[in-house]
């Protein structure tokens, strides 16, 4: 992993940024020799969204537009308070 220091980084950041995004490398940048961020490539795959990486992965399983607790039970339908 690289290391440059924050000034070559605000010299350079538009072509660092490239850098990262045509090799995959992360950069670490440094102030006064001290590691203070990490610059890496987006971890995504062909999806635009990072939510599209969930696709097909949930289940449902019962009821999932009803309440959950019976309208008698709400506070708003004069049921008791609990």
Do not use: H, N
Not at 12 to 22: Q, T
Not at 32 to 59: F, I, N
């Amino acid at each position: 992993m690289r290391e440059i220091r924050a000034s070559e980084f605000k010299a350079k950041c538009l072509a660092i940024l490239d850098e990262v995004e045509r090799t995959g490398e992360s950069i670490v940048i440094l102030k006064r020799g001290r590691p203070v961020a990490r610059l890496v490539p987006p971890a995504l795959g062909q999806e635009k969204y990072p939510q599209q990486s969930l696709k097909g992965s949930v289940k449902i399983l019962g009821d999932i537009i009803g309440p959950v607790l019976p309208a008698e039970d709400w506070e708003a339908e004069g049921g008791p308070k609990r």
